[in-house]
T-cell receptor
Framework: GNSVTQMEGPVTLSEEAFLTINCTYTATGYPSLFWYVQYPGEGLQLLLK?????DKGSNKGFEATYRKETTSFHLEKGSVQVSDSAVYFCALNSGGYQKVTFGTGTKLQVIP | DVKVTQSSRYLVKRTGEKVFLECVQD?????MFWYRQDPGLGLRLIYFSYDVKMKEKGDIPEGYSVSREKKERFSLILESASTNQTSMYLC??????????????FGQGTRLTVV
């Protein structure tokens, strides 16, 4: 079956530091890959997505590239802000009934 | 804006009670999902529905049932609540386009405590 593995948190960074959150996946077929973000007290919202190999998703300064050869979709941001503090979920969707498989989430805390 | 609304943000129920969690979406989406979120376990799919009156088991359906009588509404039912069902419950919806992968939209969650 499908599965997503992402790095354990929490991750604590100073403002303006570089962020990487690792994500690898196992899936049948050719899934689409997502990063969702959950701010404190809220539901999940889509941050970015990539639908095929070598696609790069980007939004709000965050980027992730769909690497089929390493089955990875690592999240990066060049300079984090305090407002980026949240839990980040890597996820995949193989289509069909649009079921989404999530990783366990990585909590990011950015300190001033 | 797409909106997925869960009826309660916080609920406290007693062991053995029958509990209903309600979810409504306003985007005419075909697919609706119920997940539970627990620390260290991420989101786990309980049930999903791809059409009115249709339902499919997810990864952890035991102890739960669902109802989808109308397209916009998807209810999660705990037949006899137990303390191990204390969790955050998240509802989501997405369009049913089989030809491409679509984004899931989430509600704000219901934090259920069973005492």
């Amino acid at each position: 079956g499908n599965s997503v593995t992402q790095m354990e948190g929490p991750v604590t960074l100073s403002e303006e530091a570089f962020l990487t959150i690792n994500c690898t996946y196992t899936a049948t077929g050719y899934p689409s890959l997502f990063w969702y973000v959950q701010y404190p007290g809220e539901g999940l919202q889509l941050l970015l997505k990539a639908t095929k190999a070598d696609d790069k998703g980007s939004n709000k300064g965050f980027e992730a590239t769909y690497r089929k050869e390493t089955t990875s979709f690592h999240l990066e941001k060049g300079s984090v802000q305090v407002s980026d503090s949240a839990v980040y979920f890597c996820a995949l969707n193989s289509g069909g009934y649009q079921k989404v498989t999530f990783g366990t989430g990585t909590k990011l805390q950015v300190i001033p | 804006d797409v909106k997925v609304t869960q009826s309660s943000r916080y609920l406290v129920k007693r062991t053995g009670e029958k509990v209903f969690l309600e979810c409504v979406q306003d985007m005419d989406h075909e697919n609706m999902f119920w997940y539970r979120q627990d620390p260290g376990l991420g989101l786990r799919l309980i049930y999903f529905s791809y059409d009115v009156k249709m339902k499919e088991k997810g990864d952890i359906p035991e102890g739960y049932s669902v109802s989808r009588e109308k397209k916009e509404r998807f209810s999660l039912i705990l037949e006899s609540a137990s303390t191990n069902q204390t969790s955050m419950y998240l509802c989501a919806s997405s369009s049913g386009d089989r030809g491409r992968v679509t984004e899931a939209f989430f509600g704000q969650g219901t934090r259920l405590t069973v005492v």
